[in-house]
């Protein structure tokens, strides 16, 4: 069977519920792309405008990420240095995480540490799938290191 997975680039919490709230009950999940301006020219929430006090409520686990019970999602971590945010994403309840190779210059050792802190589950961390993406120019060099 095929798997539609819609993408979200969020300008807002409130876009990123609205948009949600559309593909809810009709997806099994949904991808956010989470953009830092740093490591891709453009910005997504939470990193547009002020730090959005609703992210510190999610990652703080006071706050449920929006339609948690019947809707999972992924993120795509298009930021410098994921390995700094990646454990917020955990506890936001993240069911994949994908992470740019290019992101970050100690990304295989992070990964190594992370299955050590989370624990490796056949295709897992933590319950968690990750995922390595990669720029096409990125040498293959580079790729063997995953």
Not at 134 to 145: F, H
Request: charged share 25%; net charge negative; aromatic share 10%.
């Amino acid at each position: 069977m095929t798997e539609i997975i819609p993408a979200i680039i969020p300008e807002s919490f409130e876009d990123l519920r609205d948009k949600m709230a559309i593909v809810n009950n009709i997806a099994n999940i949904v991808q956010i792309d989470i953009c830092d301006g740093k490591f891709v020219p453009s910005k997504s929430w939470p990193y547009v405008g002020d730090f959005d006090a609703m992210y510190g409520r999610i990652i703080g686990e006071d706050e449920g990420f929006p339609f948690w019970q019947s809707l999972d999602f992924e993120v795509d971590l298009m930021v410098v240095n994921p390995e700094s945010v990646i454990e917020d994403w955990v506890k936001a309840g993240a069911k994949r995480i994908v992470l740019h190779i290019e992101s970050s210059k100690s990304l295989l050792a992070f990964l190594k540490e992370f299955r050590k802190k989370f624990g490796y589950f056949g295709d897992s961390v933590a319950g968690i799938e990750i995922g390595i993406a990669l720029n096409l120019q990125t040498p293959n060099e580079k790729n063997i290191l995953i």
